[in-house]
């Protein structure tokens, strides 16, 4: 069997953008997400460069959901913890609980559930990969982002301590810790106010999905006995999470 790598949220953005790199270095690929119709576009596009993609449609904030479509699965060579939002970008005190319970459900619990399912199958394979859709807003705390910067600390954690954890398993565990990538990640941040969205990338040149894409099919390149176990993309204009230099002209 060739390799499976299994990529949550590959409906749009880094997600997808993996899926079809990932298709190209060798793997198989088990694409998820909740939008049905993104998915079977994906896997129509891997199979049309010659790839194989089987979908699994479900929310991984449901633990249920999780284990059901995930426990079947019998290989998993790479996992790709990548589903994950903002919601809402507001001071502490005008924050919807609705939003912050979203990310922290998603971007933690979420990626929690997945990795309690598959990584046992690792263990069991005696090897694998584990890499973490992180953030600079894991080590970055900013203004508005109080719950979106604490669920990615809380995935910054969460990868050192598997990492450790993991180790004697023959299993390897990498973070990408991204700044500005336009995806839909603005358009979800704003519920879906696209002018909002837009004034995020004005007068930058963002990373793409395609960037960090080519960075995770280099890591899971890399011979064996190596690791990235933290890297930090950032686009050329922007040096940390308050530091962006926007051409006016
Ligand atoms: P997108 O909004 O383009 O993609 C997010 C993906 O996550 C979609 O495929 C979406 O699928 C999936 N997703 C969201 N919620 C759920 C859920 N409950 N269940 C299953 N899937 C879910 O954003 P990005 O590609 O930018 O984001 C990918 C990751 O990268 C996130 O973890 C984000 O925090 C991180 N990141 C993004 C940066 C950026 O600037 N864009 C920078 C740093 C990190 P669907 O809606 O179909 O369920
Ligand atoms: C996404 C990048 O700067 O909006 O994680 O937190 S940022």
């Known amino acids: 069997m060739k390799k499976q790598a299994l ?12 899926a079809l790199r990932l298709s190209v270095v060798g793997y198989d690929i088990i694409a998820t997400g909740r939008r049905a119709d993104r998915l079977a ?67 933690v619990k979420g990626l929690l559930y997945v990795t309690r399912i598959i990584s ?9 990969h584990i890499i973490n859709l992180g953030s600079i807003a894991g080590t970055e705390p900013y203004e508005n982002g109080a719950v979106y910067c604490a669920s990615k600390h809380a995935v910054h954690a969460i990868s050192q301590s598997m990492r450790a954890d993991l180790l004697s398993h023959n299993i390897k565990v990498s973070e990408i810790r991204p700044g500005m990538v336009e995806t839909e990640f603005s358009l979800v941040r704003f519920h879906g106010d696209q002018q909002k969205a837009d004034k995020t990338y004005v007068g930058v040149e963002p990373l793409t999905g395609d960037d960090i894409a080519e960075t995770i099919a280099w890591i899971v390149q890399l011979p064996a006995h190596m690791n990235v176990n933290d890297i930090v993309l950032m686009p050329a204009q922007q040096a940390g999470a308050y530091y962006t230099y926007r051409k006016t002209k």
């Open 120 to 128: 046992p199958k690792m263990v069991a394979a005696g090897h694998g």
């Open 41 to 107: 576009e994906l896997k129509a596009s891997i199979e049309a460069q010659g790839g194989a993609c089987r979908t699994l449609c479900f929310d991984i904030r449901s633990e249920e959901e999780c284990k059901k479509f995930l426990e079947p699965i019998e290989q998993v060579d790479l996992l790709v913890n990548n589903a994950g939002l903002a919601a809402g970008l507001e001071h502490i005190d005008q924050g919807s609980t609705a939003d912050w319970d979203a990310m922290i459900d998603t971007n």
């Open 7 to 18: 990529v949550t949220g590959a409906t749009s953005g880094i997600g997808r953008a993996t």
